[in-house]
Every structure is written in C-alpha cells, then in structure tokens.
C-alpha cells in the first residue's frame, strides 16, 4: 500500500505564491509517475501537472504552464507543486497521486490513471 499526503494549501490574493507538498509512505519504493489534480465543487477533477519516476520530465495543463512547477525529492518521498502568480480561477481542492507501473505522460492527464489519491489540501485565492 502507498499513502499520501498532501499539505501546504491556504488562503491566499491574487498574485501571491503558494507550495504544495506530497509526501509518499508505505510502499515507496514502488512509486512511479506522480501527479497533481484540482478540484471545485460540481465539477470533475481537472489534471494540474506529472512528473516522471525520476523527475526529469514534467507535463503542465496550458491553465498553470509558465506558472506552477513540478518537482520530486526522492530522498524525502516528496513531490511539490510551486504555484506563483496565482490567480482566482486556480481555487480549487488540489490532490496528489501516484501509479505503481509506467504509462505515457499523456496517459497521466486522466484522473484514472492513477491508483492511489491523497486528501487533498484546500486553495483559495481571493481577488
């Protein structure tokens, strides 16, 4: 079994800096791609961005590319999500997963590629 956990969200203006973090326990070792989703209320989870097992290739929806980055720290089991310059538009729950097996990266744009979800952790941006 692989756990995460996400945290790092909060409140805050458009324009302002945020940093997500998702740190991976149990199974570790067999983490492969990892990705980032949001979601708001009524509507389907949306891709945000993936990263690769290693983390030397990276994917961004055109809603976020420019502005959020994606990275993993393997010696931390923790994959981050940089978001600057955000805006209203990215309040939204965001959630981490993760897949034990490799697959395209645009096979990781779709929420069920992923087997195993965190909590999520709650973004607002106000105007």
């Known amino acids: 079994q692989v756990q995460l956990v996400e945290s790092g969200g909060g409140l805050v203006q458009a324009g302002d800096s945020l940093r997500l973090s998702c740190t991976v326990s149990?199974?570790?070792?067999?983490?492969?791609?990892m990705g980032w989703f949001r979601q708001t209320p009524g509507k389907v989870r949306d891709f945000v961005a993936s990263?690769?097992?290693?983390?030397?290739?990276?994917d961004y929806a055109d809603s976020v590319k420019g502005r959020f980055t994606i990275s993993r720290d393997m010696g931390k089991n923790t994959v981050y999500l940089q978001m600057n310059s955000l805006k209203p538009e990215d309040t939204a729950v965001y959630y981490c997963?993760?897949?034990?097996?490799?697959?395209?990266?645009?096979?990781?744009?779709?929420?069920?590629?992923?087997?195993?979800w965190g909590q999520g952790t709650q973004v607002t941006v106000s105007s």
């Open positions: 149990g199974r570790t070792g067999s983490v492969y791609q």
């Open positions: 990263t690769s097992r290693f983390g030397d290739m990276s």
């Open positions: 997963a993760t897949r034990t097996s490799l697959i395209s990266l645009t096979r990781l744009r779709q929420w069920d590629a992923y087997e195993y």
